[in-house]
Structures are given as C-alpha cells and as structure tokens.
C-alpha cells in the first residue's frame, strides 16, 4: 500500500486498538492528555519514567496510554481525535502534510533519536557478515515505515539491494511480525527491545546488528499532535514537554538497573533481566534523546533516509511541521 493512501484503511483498525489495548497508568487527578504509543517497547523507556515516577503528574497532567500498534494507525486515531498526543515516527507527520492538510500534524518533542531495531539472525552459528543476507529470506516491515526505511538505509550502505537481494516478505502486520519470526518465518527479522533480547533468551537466533548504530541521529519517535490541538492547549503541551525532558535526565542518570526497576510495571510478563539487556543495548548505542529538541541535522537525515525508500515527494522543511518552542522551553529549565 503506498504510504499516501494508508490513513483511511487504517481506520477501523485503529478504533480497535483504542478498545481492546488500554495502558497501565496510574491513577491520577489534573488535565487529562490521551496519549497513544505505536508499540509497547524499552525502546520508549523514558516515556515509562516519566509515567512511574510521576514526572506528568507533577506538571498537573493525567496521562491515560494507550497501545495502537502501528504507525499508520496511532496517526490515524490522532487525526479523528479518538487521542490527544501520539508518540510515532516523524515520517507520519510529513505524510500527513504531503496530503495538503488544512490541520497539519507538528512534532514538538523527541524521544528516541536513533532507529530502535536489530538485525535478528536464525541461525546461531559462525561470524556474521553483512554478505550473507543475500538471497536470504528477511521479514520486513510495513512499507512507508520508519522501521523498514531504516533498515533499508542501512542495507543499501552495504550495497544490498533490498527488494533484489532479498526475499523481502512485508505482508505481515506490525503487530504479528514477531509471532510469524518465532513460527519460521523469514532467515532474517527487524526486532525492537525487548523483543530481541526475549528471542535470545529462547535460544531462537541472535543480534548481529544495530539499525540505530547504522542509520545514525534522526528523530525516530516523536510526540506529535494536531496544530489545533497545540493552539488550543499550548500550556498542557509545555507540561507534557517538561515531564518528558525530567524523564530523559533521569535515564541518563540512571543505571540500566535502575531504569529497569521504575519501568517493570509496564512489563510484567517481561524478566526483569531482559529488560536490563535491552537498556543496555539502547543506552550503549545513544538511543535515548537526552532532551526533547529536534534538531536540523537530525531532520535532514530523516529525509535522506525516506527519500532513500522513493517516500519523499517533496522536502518538507523543519520548520514546516517542528515547533522546538516547548522543548527548548523545557530543555532550558534544567
């Protein structure tokens, strides 16, 4: 499906997910924000210290999170207002703008900065060696996303042409890739955390890889709402932004162990040492934004990597769908 037309047959998936995958928030009293995160993952760890160590409520604000697998989805929820506030991939946004929306999307608020997957390997033995991913069978993701314009990036950097030499399968929804790797599917898989770490505990293949490392600094995950939304509730987006930028100090300052016991309530079917695993792999690699601001080197990659995967129609400056304001804001008061 091209990634201009996936909004409207997302829809019906999206109000699903809405129903049946409610967050873990606490209770709380203040402003509420219905927040919607594209998967439950360590890869968004800050976004769980800021939930558990009260850094939202502090500011006034009742978080209620909300799961929606899918960034074609957690947009489309946004735009029919079922959310408030939707922590995806900044490429979203810019398709949303590319479609001539008189409500564009902004992103005010970075959380990762780096490409959160790994190359998965089936087999175990022996050396790895970027070579041997030709004529393999790599389970891919969804078209359009950032996870596989990453990964695509990344392969192309080692002359690897993935729809020639690869048998790419990307028929798959998001939410079930992980399931279709554990039945056999695909020699290769992009794996976030602790996915990853879960597979190599269960003696199913190993990390060989870091897209993140790869494709280098560009806004991954950003928090991002309707500009009416912004203009309505600028105060409420400050909060948001201040919560967030505690919480990214707070990771920085803790150890993996640490980080791993104040986000455990939003795993608890996860052993605990895989989470330590996957904090490790994230902060070793300079995953996790130290503040919200999205920076114009980061952006411009952003682009070289969706231009890359023939999705850029048009260079959308920073400016166009950036508003730094609350970041800079919330930055500068640390």
């Known amino acids: 499906m091209k990634a201009a037309g996936w909004m409207k047959a997302a829809a019906a998936a999206a109000l699903c997910g809405l129903l049946l995958l409610g967050g873990c928030s606490p209770e709380q009293s203040g402003t509420k924000v219905r927040l919607a995160e594209v998967a439950r993952t360590v890869f968004y760890a800050p976004q769980y210290v800021a939930l558990s160590q009260g850094f939202f409520a502090e500011e006034g604000l009742d978080v209620e999170l909300t799961t929606i697998p899918g960034g074609d989805k957690s947009m489309t929820a946004l735009l029919s207002n ?7 991939g900044a490429e979203t946004s810019i398709y ?5 929306s ?12 780096t ?3 790994f190359l998965f390997a089936r087999d175990t033995t022996g050396g790895f060696d970027w070579e041997s991913l030709k004529g393999s069978e790599f389970l891919g993701q969804r078209k359009g996303g950032m996870p596989q314009m990453a990964g695509e990036f990344a392969l192309r950097k080692h002359n690897i042409n993935p729809h020639q030499d690869l048998q790419l399968i990307q028929n798959i929804d998001f939410a079930n890739i992980t399931s279709a790797f554990a039945s056999g599917t695909g020699d290769f898989v992009q794996l976030f955390e602790p996915q990853a770490s879960i597979f190599e505990q ?3 293949g190993r990390v060989v890889a870091s897209f993140g490392t790869e494709s280098g600094l560009l806004p991954y995950t950003v928090y991002m709402a309707k500009q009416s939304y912004l203009q309505q509730n600028d105060e409420t987006a400050q909060k948001f932004t201040n919560a967030v930028q505690k919480a990214q100090q707070w990771v920085k300052e803790h150890s993996p162990e640490e980080i791993a016991e104040a986000i455990l309530p939003y795993f608890k079917d996860t052993d605990k040492d895989v989470i330590v ?3 490790k792999r994230y902060k070793e690699q300079d995953t996790y934004a130290e503040n919200p601001v999205i920076d114009g080197k980061e952006w411009a990659n952003l682009l070289n990597v969706m231009e890359s995967a023939g999705e850029l129609q048009r260079e959308v400056p920073l400016k166009e769908i950036v508003n730094n304001q ?3 804001k919330a930055a500068g008061s640390l």
């Open 277 to 279: 695993s996957s904090i």
């Open 82 to 88: 079922q959310v408030d506030i939707a922590l995806i």
């Open 96 to 100: 949303v703008v590319q479609q001539e």
């Open 102 to 113: 008189q409500d564009p999307v902004i992103n005010f608020a970075q959380l990762t900065q």
């Open 115 to 117: 490409d959160g997957t």
């Open 326 to 328: 609350y970041a800079e």
């Open 202 to 204: 269960e003696g199913r």
